[in-house]
């Protein structure tokens, strides 16, 4: 799902114009994004959990000049789901699934 997909669904699912819904899921994203960028997590009720945490800094081999580097710290985000979402995802071992 694209987000021009996301927005048409949310827009039907709500009852808002395709403007509206292009708004709040703006703003929505800028507001995790601002949450994430200042180190402070973000939970979301049956979506999961958000949370930015520092890689530090690695020894990795570079085979181009056979030696090795070290690859400089950087700011990732870790998701964690919820126990619904888990169980929706559960993977059951059919066809169909």
């Known amino acids: 799902m694209n987000q021009s997909e996301l927005i048409d669904q949310l827009a039907e699912t709500t009852g808002r114009t395709k403007k509206e819904t292009r708004e709040l899921l703006r703003d929505t994203v800028s507001v995790l994004s601002d949450q994430l960028?200042?180190?402070?997590?973000?939970?979301?009720?049956?979506l999961g959990t958000f949370t930015p945490?520092?890689?530090?800094?690695?020894?990795?081999?570079?085979?181009?000049?056979?030696?090795?580097?070290?690859?400089?710290?950087?700011?990732?985000?870790?998701?964690?789901?919820?126990?619904?979402?888990k169980e929706k995802l559960k993977f059951t071992g059919g066809d169909n699934e």
């Open 37 to 46: 960028s200042e180190g402070k997590g973000v939970s979301i009720p049956d």
């Open 53 to 85: 945490e520092v890689k530090d800094v690695r020894k990795v081999y570079s085979p181009h000049h056979e030696t090795y580097i070290l690859t400089p710290p950087k700011r990732v985000v870790d998701f964690s789901p919820a126990a619904g979402l």
